[in-house]
């Protein structure tokens, strides 16, 4: 059984459960092999970067990508519109919106070929909605990241609930040229795989499997819930003591630590997180620790120590066990890796009940969760742990988290996944 794994990146949240899940895999026997747009680590097994299938194409390729990045063709073909006109005058505060149209024919790749079983992950920019669904023969899965592959675009839908119907009036398409361009994007991507069987859609969160079960697009497949993985012997706490001296970080203080790939996203509420240590009053036996892009952010805080990016996973281990407590303030989100490491680690995590963040977080046995997505709920749980910030031990939040979320218990899960799709007709 031969299963190909597609993915735009190795890099981010879903690059990263993308490639664990790849890894798991492969520890477990499996013929698994990862075909990546953007390939960043040439070291990892038996992953492969996008390249034409045949050298005499590759200026072809190129002459249909820059036209793609020109002009898109949805729907009936009658509306072309720069791809930087339609998102232009987007209400502030949203993230990435993607369209279903690429260059890149995957279906002509002899890793493509040579697969039983095609598991698309997150694809944005990548997967041709059109061409691939036109021409694949193979059984697919799909482990949902976010939202975006049932949507008319957004990769995170807020309030909105257009992706159960018809994608109009698109929220975050308003004031510009067209805020019902999203409806088109729906309507292409549901022409591209109306007469396909043979999908199986994988939501890593149960909050996700419900938005998908009503989306309009996927809610005639069959749906598994499997969650994230992690390797417990990569993942794994070190001594507090030394990880704040190695970090350079006060080992007189309760650190709270937060994370994020860009602390400006609005939607992982790092400014609501903020706003209530501020209110927290004149403590001195606090401090805030920050991983991820911050240059757009000003802090007041006097106590406050900035690590940028890190991307090597051994040290971000040491951050968090370097930390009295993860907080992921998060608005909207699916299954955070975050959440899983800090917990791997044995650290507490405070988080609001939202998305998959709920699925995880079992209220004062891991951590607090919120009572709702706000600063006042947010600022009684960082009381109330600040108050007895050895209630939890982690030697009992570890061992919870290797009952659930090892790279091994996901792939078993997988595995049998994909034996019974092997088996139906």
């Known amino acids: 059984m031969k299963i190909l794994h597609i993915n735009t990146y190795d890099t981010g949240g879903a690059g990263k459960a993308c490639v664990r899940l790849h890894q798991g895999l492969l520890e477990q026997g499996v013929d698994s092999k990862l075909l990546l747009l953007y390939q960043s680590d040439k070291e990892l097994m038996h992953s492969y970067q996008y390249i034409p299938p045949l050298p005499g194409n590759f200026e072809k390729i190129k002459r249909k990508a820059s036209f793609f990045f ?77 939202m975006n592959p049932f949507t008319g675009g957004c990769h995170y839908s807020g309030d909105c609930i257009g992706f159960e119907g018809n994608c109009f009036l698109c929220p975050q398409l308003l004031n510009s040229i067209d805020s019902n361009y999203s409806h088109k994007i729906l309507r292409t991507k549901i022409q591209a795989i109306k007469s396909k069987t043979h999908l199986t859609v994988v939501p890593i969160s149960k909050w ?6 009503k989306s309009i697009l996927f809610s005639k497949f ?25 970090l350079g970080l006060p080992v007189d203080k309760k650190i709270i630590l937060f994370v994020a790939d860009s602390l400006n996203n609005k939607r992982k509420g790092f400014a609501l997180l903020l706003n209530a240590i501020e209110q927290l009053g004149e403590r001195d036996d606090i401090a805030l620790c920050v991983v991820g892009d911050s240059s757009a952010i000003q802090f007041k805080l006097k106590s406050l120590f900035e690590l940028g990016r890190i991307v090597d996973e051994q040290l971000l281990c040491s951050v968090y066990s370097a930390a009295d ?13 975050t959440v899983l490491e800090a917990l791997m680690c ?80």
């Open 325 to 337: 407590v993860f907080v992921i303030p998060s608005l909207e989100d699916n299954f955070p890796n």
């Open 346 to 425: 044995g650290t507490p995590v405070i988080g609001f009940p939202v998305g998959g963040i709920k699925e995880i977080i079992q209220d004062q046995h891991n951590g607090y969760l919120c009572d709702s997505a706000d600063i006042g709920s947010l600022l009684k749980a960082l009381n109330m742990f600040l108050d007895n910030p050895s209630r939890f031990k982690g030697e009992e939040i570890r061992k919870a988290a290797l009952q659930r979320y090892t790279q091994k218990i996901q792939a078993e899960k997988y595995v049998e996944l994909y034996k019974s799709i092997s088996k139906k007709n």
């Open 70 to 146: 020109k002009e898109l063709h949805l729907s009936s073909g009658k509306d072309k519109y720069d791809k930087r006109e339609v998102l232009q005058n987007r209400p502030e505060g949203f993230e990435l919106f993607s369209f279903p149209d690429t260059p890149y024919n995957i279906t002509q790749h002899p890793l493509y070929l040579e697969a039983d079983i095609i598991n698309l992950h997150w694809t944005a920019g990548f997967l041709d909605y059109r061409s691939f669904f036109k021409k694949t023969l193979k059984k697919i899965v799909w482990t949902l990241h976010d």
């Open 208 to 213: 996700l499997l419900n938005q998908s079960m």
């Open 222 to 246: 069959d749906h598994v819930q499997i969650p994230n993985g992690l390797d417990p012997d990569l993942f794994k706490p070190a001594v507090q003591k030394s990880s704040r001296e190695e």
